[in-house]
């Protein structure tokens, strides 16, 4: 790495702000790995501290209207095996991942339309009065929608922009549209959520300038939370044998995240998992202050298959549970107690 690169993460780590190129010449940049991930590091410390947040991942249904090339749920794969749990088996995961420990709940699905609004807000009512946290990521909805589950008491939403670059987006998740995308972060926003965003990294065609780009549309948007992971070709997709996603951009770009949103919560991810095994534990070395252990259970945890080998599939979640935490805790960290929101210091 040389003296211009090493100044560039010294002016990151301390102001927290870089121009696209500044961003793209380091993402482009293996060499300079070690030395942004060390300066996330501190940031991720000095900002949100120690603690590492679970949240418990509920997979309620893989029935999806939506057809995103690279995605195991997409409505053209006749492989995938579709699965619905009831209102009453959701309440109950929650019952467990609270019993066992965890504040807050995610709740995801593909976009399945026999989930109303006005369902999930029942059963978005019924785990917030369990005392839950309540995480949703179900798609993308009306304004009207997004403030039935607000009202309901759903107080963060997770929807990634995937990529900002419009014409990869729009070809990639066909019949969806970028502005679209962008209306519901803002419309998620303005209601009052905690707004999580991220990105795939390694779509074909992606170039480390549009990642930059993505970097500075999570700044811009003021995102609480961003979560990233490469892309995991699944075979059953028109994506299925394309390279998956490189680990070490993937890494890069968490610590640039890290770098210039030194509030925001970042998860290390399943499918970075996946990918390299032992990868959450570099991760949470690399800026990432987050887990999502899966409390699904059963025959739907390999149901919900959004990509091929994901980590921990055969696990329960009482075991995942006390492995995160063995993991955690022998990183020298500790599980975060309470809710882990956004923090605010800047
Ligand atoms: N239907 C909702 C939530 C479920 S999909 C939505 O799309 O927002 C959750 C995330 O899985 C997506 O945002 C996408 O980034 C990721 N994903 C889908 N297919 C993937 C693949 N093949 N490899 C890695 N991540 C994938
Ligand atoms: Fe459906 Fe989400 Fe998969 Fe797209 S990424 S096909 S919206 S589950």
């Not at 006005?118 to 990521?137: N, W």
């Not at 930059?212 to 979560?227: H, K, N, W």
């Not at 991760?283 to 899966?294: D, E, F, K, T």
Request: charged content about 25%.
């Amino acid at each position: 790495m040389d003296d211009t690169q090493r100044t560039l993460i010294e002016k990151a780590e301390r102001a927290h702000r870089l121009s696209e190129e500044e961003l793209a010449s380091l993402l482009a940049d293996d060499a300079a790995e070690e030395a942004m991930a060390a300066a996330a590091d501190r940031v991720r410390r000095a900002f949100v501290g120690d603690e590492v947040h679970l949240r418990g991942l509920i997979e309620f249904s893989s029935y999806c209207r939506q057809n995103c090339m690279y995605c195991g749920l997409r409505r053209d794969n006749e492989k995938a095996q579709r699965y619905r749990l009831t209102p009453e088996e959701i309440v109950a995961l929650a019952e467990k991942a609270k019993a066992a420990g965890y504040p807050t709940v995610v709740m995801q699905s593909g976009e399945d339309v026999w989930f109303t609004a006005e369902r999930l807000a029942a059963i978005v009512r019924e785990v917030k009065a369990l005392g839950l946290t309540v995480t949703l990521s179900v798609g993308e909805r009306t304004r009207e929608e997004y403030r039935a589950l607000r009202e309901a008491g759903a107080d963060r939403f997770l929807l990634r922009i995937e990529t900002t670059d419009q014409a990869l987006y729009e070809r990639l998740d066909p019949g969806m549209s970028y502005e679209n995308r962008v209306r519901c972060l803002a419309d998620l926003k303005s209601l009052g959520y905690e707004v999580g965003t991220g990105c795939l990294v390694g779509l074909p065609g992606q170039s480390v300038a549009s990642l930059a780009r993505d970097v500075l549309f999570f700044q811009s948007i003021d995102a609480d939370m961003v979560g990233i992971g490469p892309l995991v070709p699944n075979g059953d997709t028109p994506l299925g044998d394309v390279p998956a996603g490189d680990m070490r951009l993937v890494r890069r770009v968490a610590a640039a995240i890290r770098l210039l949103l030194p509030e925001a919560n970042i998860p290390a991810t399943t499918a970075m998992e996946t990918l390299l095994p032992g990868a959450r534990e570099l991760m949470l070395r690399s800026g990432a202050n987050v887990m999502m252990p899966n409390v699904t259970e059963g025959e739907a945890r390999q149901k919900y298959a959004l990509y091929p080998g994901k980590a921990c599939v055969a696990d329960t979640p009482a075991h995942c549970r006390a492995c995160m935490e063995g993991r955690i805790q022998a990183m020298g960290r500790t599980v975060g107690q309470g809710a882990g929101g956004r923090r605010r210091a800047l």
